[in-house]
């Protein structure tokens, strides 16, 4: 994988950046996606009662205001952090219990938040950031004692196949070229409960979710979106071509395609008391 200094820019400079017409309607198919399933786990890793969350990178905010209407965190603090805060300010005034945060993880972590949170989620962040075990390490230094954290990435088993659809090739493409251009790691979250050994964390734990990529469904349509905005630069520096790319987008809405999308790994653990 690239180093830090070879990346030409960073997520969401100019890719998947907020200001992009498509952006929120992405972030939207995301969480239909995904939410489902991140909610799930974090009812049964056990929501702390009166307790503060810090959810990373948390994008539309959807995890966070799930977090604060939850019955366990109706007295707790929910601390939603992201580098770009474009959509998130205004579930300050519609949920007393969330503060947002600006804040870029990859430069340093705040004083005020360190050991003051007895849970904390980020979802498909650290796979976009070169430096993410530095940021790990910074997560994990905001436990609280007892304090769990629940890290979720994207994990794509297909990619040892030797599937040769239209779909294949252009994830393949779409992988190579992220990972050039700002340092995405699609394979990265297989490592981390050895990370969540080594920083002495307890109660580790992992699971795998893939979901179903068919016609329309939410994850086919993430792809899509995904794919529309960096068309330009797949095509243009030959990682696809415009031909195979068009067939992968037909797939999407044939009522007969079916596949499973890019999964979701997400590994757990508790700070020692």
């Not at 415009?242 to 999964?263: K, M, P």
């Amino acid at each position: 994988m690239m180093n830090l200094e070879e990346n030409v820019e960073r997520y969401g400079d100019s890719y998947f950046t907020k200001t992009h017409t498509n952006e929120a309607q992405r972030l939207k198919m995301l969480a239909q996606t995904f939410d489902p399933m991140t909610r799930l786990q974090l009812k049964t890793r056990g929501l702390p009662w009166g307790g503060r969350c810090l959810d990373v990178g948390a994008g539309n905010g959807s995890i966070s205001v799930w977090l604060s209407e939850q019955a366990e965190l109706a007295t707790g603090q929910i601390f939603a952090l992201d580098r770009d805060v474009r959509g998130l300010k205004e579930l300050t005034e519609q949920h007393s219990n969330i503060q947002v945060i600006e804040h870029d993880l990859t430069t340093t972590m705040p004083d005020n938040l360190i050991g003051k949170f007895d849970l904390i989620h980020a979802r498909f962040v650290l796979m976009h950031l070169p430096e993410r075990i530095i940021v790990l390490e910074r997560l994990i230094s905001c436990l609280k004692p007892g304090g769990v954290i629940m890290i979720s990435d994207s994990i794509d088993f297909n990619l040892e196949t030797t599937s040769t659809s239209p779909y294949r090739k252009v994830m393949d493409a779409c992988y190579s070229m992220l990972n050039v251009t700002f340092g995405l790691d699609i394979q990265w979250s297989r490592s981390m409960p050895h990370h969540f050994r080594q920083a002495g964390l307890q109660a580790i734990g992992a699971e795998v979710y893939f979901p179903s990529l068919d016609a329309l469904s939410p994850a086919a349509r993430f792809w899509k979106l995904t794919w529309d905005q960096i068309y330009d630069q797949m095509v243009r520096q030959n990682y696809i071509d415009a031909v195979t790319l068009a067939q992968a987008e037909r797939a999407f809405i044939d009522s007969n395609y079916w596949e499973l999308s890019a999964g979701m790994l997400t590994a757990w653990g508790r700070r020692s008391l």
